[in-house]
């Protein structure tokens, strides 16, 4: 079993910042990847980025450039460093991982319970 726990959610303005932090419990497993996904109400989870364990990043179009994701696998974290928020950026963001069993090849998927951030007008 892996466990996702998120943090740094909040209520902002627009035009600040805010950064996120996602830490893993992963015994007897190894991670492939983590990501940031958020959902807003009334609509579906979209992906924010992604992070490979080679040190590769995605983006969603709305948010490259502004925001930015880093991690340390070996530390068990993940952030989102997010900029120039906007009231569209407003939904609950959940911390991803997928990862695999030492030893095996089939990769699992965890989430996070999420963590709301709010950005007011």
């Known amino acids: 079993q892996v466990q996702l726990m998120e943090s740094g959610g909040g209520l902002v303005q627009a035009g600040e910042f805010l950064r996120l932090s996602c830490t893993a419990a992963?015994?007897?497993?190894?991670?492939?990847?983590m990501g940031w996904y958020r959902q807003a109400p009334g609509k579906q989870r979209e992906l924010v980025a992604t992070?490979?364990?080679?040190?590769?990043?995605s983006y969603a179009d709305s948010v490259q450039g502004r925001f930015t994701i880093s991690g340390e696998f070996n530390k068990d974290s993940l952030y989102l460093q997010m900029g120039s928020l906007k009231p569209d950026d407003t939904a609950v963001y959940f911390c991803?991982?997928?990862?695999?069993?030492?030893?095996?090849?089939?990769?699992?998927?965890?989430w996070g319970q999420g963590t709301q951030v709010t950005v007011s007008s």
């Open positions: 992963r015994s007897g497993f190894i991670i492939d990847s």
């Open positions: 992070l490979n364990t080679d040190g590769r990043t």
């Open positions: 991803n991982a997928v990862v695999r069993r030492y030893g095996r090849s089939r990769l699992q998927t965890y």
